[in-house]
């Protein structure tokens, strides 16, 4: 290959589209499984550029003939360049990550920072915080020693202000992984996750749930692919590239998620808004049909409303892991939080409101059995679609294209306004 990514895992890649939006040339995904397999890599050097991911990003330093400032103070190198079968170390990490949290509000000047996991990140991370002013680095890992905390010893640290997330936890396909309970550090901040898939993961669930500024790692990943890349060509990229760029992925990237009341127009708008976008478009409620092999009056016959439930929040965990999809949800979606949660992965929530007198009334729908039904149903729900939603529109029953138009807008305003 010329131009490339190498880890021991990488399909939670999304390094490949950035660098072919950035730069203008192909970009590959090379697997190495272990350290003897990426030294016959480096020795046969046959490609001009590369970027390294977990687990290399120091394995690979020995090979290097060359090492830049940066890559040498981190002990991590991230970017090779081959030049004539020299190779050539750089670390490009630091100053995509500087940028990120800096454009993210994450202050580090003057804050005791935690930083979480071992790894290379970690190193750069540290190399951040220092160089930003931060009053104190701590590292904390699973078994801690030799300077690094265990996460219950930086648990009892409740005057940590800042975490930055430097370890792989929480990313796919291990969705919901979390290494703390944020609830221990009450004088916390800002949260910073070098994590992108998913982009929100369950640290950055907790972080948004208090307030807190809370920043996945996209922005770092464009940030370093872009100062990579000029490395790549020798050709230098506008700054402004890193927003462009980290805007189009992130259109590429978002699910639009509808919720709603039983009969507010979901699947029907949904529908019309995933051609507009040229996306898959999932019914949530036609996905449980599927999985069950039975319609859903005859689950809630067969199993009762909590056998449906346990069925609905599968499906949410599973179709809230995956990208670029419109999806249209159940009513009851809301009802158990962890819901909201998965589906916030990777999704823009908008909230389909309608009046009360054009929700529809029995049919498929075993909880709407009739309008009084329908009117404490709506009582009891609609605070939950508030809370779950980044944005809300209202469907007037007038012509589909209009409600289409006021759902495709509010996901772009949400896109534009940084919730994800």
Not at 2 to 16: E, W
Not at 145 to 156: H, K, M, P, W
Not at 303 to 326: I, K, N, Q, Y
Request: include cysteine; proline fraction near 5%.
């Amino acid at each position: 290959m010329d131009y490339g990514l190498i880890g021991k895992k990488l399909g939670h890649s999304f390094s490949a589209p950035i660098h072919e939006e950035l730069g203008g040339y192909r970009y590959q995904l090379r697997e190495i499984p272990d350290e003897a397999a990426l030294a016959q890599f480096l020795r046969k050097r046959e490609f001009k550029a590369i970027n390294v991911t977990i687990p290399y990003k120091q394995a690979v330093m020995a090979a290097c003939a060359y090492l830049d400032p940066a890559a040498k103070t981190i002990g991590a190198v991230n970017t090779i360049v081959n030049r004539n079968g020299v190779l050539a170390g750089y670390n490009t990490d630091y100053a995509g990550a500087a940028r990120a949290m800096r454009r993210g509000g994450v202050e580090l000047a003057g804050r005791v920072v935690l930083i979480l996991g071992t790894g290379g990140t970690r190193r750069t991370f540290t190399a951040v915080a220092r160089d930003a002013g931060a009053r104190e680095v701590l590292v904390a890992g699973r078994s801690g020693g030799d300077g690094v905390l265990t996460y219950a010893e930086a648990a009892r640290r409740a005057d940590v202000q800042v975490i930055l997330n430097a370890s792989p936890a929480g990313m796919w396909p291990h969705n919901g992984e979390c290494l703390v309970d944020l609830a221990a550090w009450p004088a916390l901040e800002s949260v910073f996750d070098a994590v992108y898939n998913p982009l929100e993961t369950r640290l950055l669930w907790q972080a948004r749930q208090r307030g807190l500024p809370a920043v996945n790692g996209l922005a770092m990943l464009v940030g370093q692919a872009k100062y990579a890349s000029e490395r790549f060509t020798g050709r230098a990229i506008p700054d402004e590239e890193i927003d462009r760029v980290h805007r189009v992925l992130l259109g590429r990237i978002a699910n639009l998620v509808l919720i709603g009341m039983p009969g507010c127009g979901k699947t029907r708008i949904g529908r019309l808004a995933a051609q507009a976008l040229g996306r898959e478009f999932v019914d949530m409620d036609a996905e449980i049909e599927k999985e069950a092999g039975m319609p859903i009056p005859e689950i809630f016959s067969r199993e009762g409303e909590s056998g449906f439930r346990d069925r609905e929040s599968r499906v949410a965990e599973a179709l809230g892991a995956r990208t670029g999809l419109v999806i249209a949800t159940g009513g009851g979606v809301v009802l158990r939080p962890e819901n909201p949660r998965a589906l916030h992965q990777n999704g823009v929530i908008v909230y389909m409101q309608r009046a009360l007198d054009q929700l529809a009334v029995g049919g498929n729908r075993p909880l709407s059995s009739s309008r009084e039904a329908v009117e404490r149903m709506y009582a009891a729900r609609a605070p939950l679609y508030e809370a779950a939603a980044h944005r809300t529109v209202f469907n007037t029953g007038g012509p589909p294209s209009l409600a289409r138009r006021d759902v495709l807008t509010a996901f772009e305003s949400a896109l534009d306004g940084g919730v994800l």
